[in-house]
């Protein structure tokens, strides 16, 4: 089993739909949540960051961290043609190089 | 844009080859990080540099080095290549060595081996 599994998708929906990605991960250590967001041919850029366990909101993005069931989520308001890109969590522990894993990426295309 | 640069953007080589990547981290940034990305892998680290010493090393194959200078570049030296090392090479940088603090990633060498 990967430390991390995120399904890659596609996914294709229309514009002002609600989104949800996820991933699950099995190491029970990881207590730094993020997701990143990465347009064709850029780097990754950080989108969302939670510490543990529970919700956090930025404008029409929630990321939500359920430890007990070892499941992250991102979710999406009124998606955007802007929000096509590809969405990779991230977890890490709290141990100095204690490396980032990252999530495959999930490929979102928002139509108009 | 990030404030992290990386060179060259695009690197065409034939198999058995060395190269060399190049990457300049964000002003004040002290932590310099390798990730690679294909298609099947994902998003990998490779190995991270903190102020010019090396701080971690995930999955980074005996054939490939890297090193931090005393500006605070680093450079990623690939060598005998195979065509299974073709994949998009990331550098990126924090303040920090904690890799939990936000890393801010440069857009990346394409690789191919031919």
């Known amino acids: 089993q990967k430390e991390v599994e995120q399904d890659p998708g596609p996914l294709s929906v229309p514009e002002g739909a609600i989104v949800s990605l996820n991933c699950t991960y099995s190491?029970?250590?990881?207590?730094?949540f993020m997701w990143y967001r990465q347009y064709s041919r850029k780097g990754p850029e950080l989108l969302m960051y939670?510490?543990?366990?529970g919700n956090k909101e930025d404008g029409r993005f929630t990321a939500q961290v359920d430890k007990s069931s070892k499941y992250i989520s991102l979710f999406i308001r009124d998606s955007q043609p802007s929000d096509s890109a590809t969405y990779l969590c991230a977890m890490s522990g709290n141990q100095a190089g204690t490396a980032l894993i990252f999530g495959k990426g999930t490929t979102l295309s928002v139509s108009s | 844009d990030s404030g992290v640069t990386q060179t060259p953007k695009h690197l065409i080589t034939a198999t058995g080859q060395r190269v060399t990547l190049r990457c300049s981290p964000r002003s004040g940034d002290l932590s310099v990080y390798w990730y690679q990305q294909s298609l099947d892998q994902g998003l990998q680290f490779l190995i991270q540099?903190?102020?010019?010493?090396?701080?971690a090393k995930g999955n980074i194959l005996e054939r490939f080095s890297a090193q931090q200078f005393p500006d605070l570049h680093s450079e990623l030296n690939l060598s005998s290549l195979e065509l299974g090392d073709s994949a998009l090479y990331f550098c990126?940088?924090?303040?920090?060595?904690?890799?939990?603090?936000?890393?801010?990633f440069g857009p990346g060498t394409r690789l191919t081996v031919l």
């Open positions: 190491n029970s250590a990881f207590q730094y």
């Open positions: 939670t510490y543990s366990s």
């Open positions: 540099y903190y102020n010019g010493e090396e701080r």
């Open positions: 990126a940088s924090s303040v920090t060595n904690l890799f939990y603090n936000e890393q801010f």
